[in-house]
């Protein structure tokens, strides 16, 4: 069984930050891509930024120049540092990770279960 355990959420201010914090856990063989997606209220979830298991990064246009995401190989951890938040920035986030369990086994998406973000005055 693999986990993704998300934390971080909360209210915020317009023009605030927060970091969201998501690590993966359990059998877990090797972790390619990890990534947030996040879900407005009465949206569609939608890709947030992405990261390889290199390091590269992939936005949202939205997000480009206010967001940053990382990871830790070591500890299966993405994070998702959010700056110049805005109210439209509202939504449940959602972390993923494509994992495989075993040598020679597919790999497979998995989801943690959503942090509320908030940004309103």
């Known amino acids: 069984q693999v986990q993704l355990v998300e934390s971080g959420g909360g209210l915020v201010q317009p023009g605030g930050s927060l970091r969201l914090s998501c690590a993966a856990s359990g059998s877990i063989f090797s972790t390619n891509v990890m990534g947030w997606y996040r879900q407005p209220p009465g949206n569609q979830r939608e890709l947030v930024a992405s990261i390889t298991s290199g390091g590269r990064p992939n936005y949202a246009d939205s997000v480009k120049g206010r967001f940053t995401i990382s990871r830790d190989n070591a500890k299966n951890t993405v994070y998702l540092q959010m700056n110049s938040l805005k109210p439209e920035d509202t939504a449940v986030y959602y972390c993923?990770?494509?994992?495989?369990?075993?040598?020679?086994?597919?790999?497979?998406?998995?989801w943690g279960q959503g942090t509320q973000v908030t940004v309103s005055s």
């Open positions: 993923y990770a494509v994992i495989t369990i075993a040598t020679m086994a597919p790999f497979s998406h998995y």
